[in-house]
Every structure is written in C-alpha cells, then in structure tokens.
C-alpha cells in the first residue's frame, strides 16, 4: 500500500462574470434628428414642418428676423397666441430648437 498525498491544486476558477453578448447602450439618435422631430411635435403644428404656415396668426419662421436670444425668449415665455414652453422644455432643448428654426430661413 502506498500513500498518495492528496495536495492536488486545481487552478480552476470558474469565470462567471464576462457578458460578451451584452454591448453599449444603444444611443445612435442623432441629435439633429432629435431637434428636427421636437421641432415637429412642438411647433410644427402652428409653424409647419418648414417654418411656412401661419396658423393662427403664427409667424413664418422662414420670414423672421429675430435674434437667437430673442427666439430662445419667446420660445420660453410664448407670446401672444405662442405658449410658453420654459416647463416643457430644458433650457439646451430650447437653445437646440433656437438654432433650428434660424436654420429654416431662407
Ligand atoms: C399654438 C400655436 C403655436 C405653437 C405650438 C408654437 N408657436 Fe411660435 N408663434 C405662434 C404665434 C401665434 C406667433 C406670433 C406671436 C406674436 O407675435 O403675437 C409665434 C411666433 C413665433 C416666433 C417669432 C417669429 C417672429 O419673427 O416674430 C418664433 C421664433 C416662434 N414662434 C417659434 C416657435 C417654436 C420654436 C415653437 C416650438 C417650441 C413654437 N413657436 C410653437 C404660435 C405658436
């Protein structure tokens, strides 16, 4: 009979924590589709998709001569038949959407 010292060291450690599958956070919107579909849902009811309709005594966006400043203004406070939309919107959505409307002059 021989004695077999039993001192075997399996190096195994089970590798349980990769997720190969799992991959980064799906986040390819663009932020000018974003603008543009805010732009729709917001203002394009009154405005028009390209800024042309006058919808109640709306002003043509095309047609405007505002400042950036002053439409960032009027987009938060509203005026006349304009809602405000300082309670919908974050102050970069309105900056965004200031720049955007600018954009559809002609
Ligand atoms: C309920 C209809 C309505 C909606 C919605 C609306 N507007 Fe207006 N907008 C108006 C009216 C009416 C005026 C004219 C106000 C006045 O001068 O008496 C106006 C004026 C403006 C003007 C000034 C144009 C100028 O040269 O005087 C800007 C800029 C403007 N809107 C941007 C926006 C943006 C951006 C949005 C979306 C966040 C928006 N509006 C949503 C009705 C609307």
């Not at 997720?19 to 603008?35: F, L, R, V």
């Not at 919808?55 to 047609?63: D, H, T």
Request: proline residues 6%.
């Amino acid at each position: 009979m021989r004695k077999w010292m039993c001192g075997i060291l399996l190096p195994v450690l089970a590798a349980c924590g990769g997720d190969p599958a799992k991959q980064p956070e799906n986040n390819t919107q663009k932020p000018e589709n974003t603008i543009a579909l805010l732009y729709e849902t917001k203002c394009g009811i009154c405005h028009g998709k390209d800024g042309n309709m006058g919808a109640g005594g709306a002003r043509k966006l095309s047609e405007s001569t505002l400042d950036k400043a002053a439409v960032q203004l009027q987009i938060a406070k509203g005026k006349g038949a304009m809602p405000a939309f300082e309670n919908q919107l974050s102050p970069e959505e309105i900056s965004a959407l200031a720049d955007y409307v600018i954009g559809l002059r002609k």
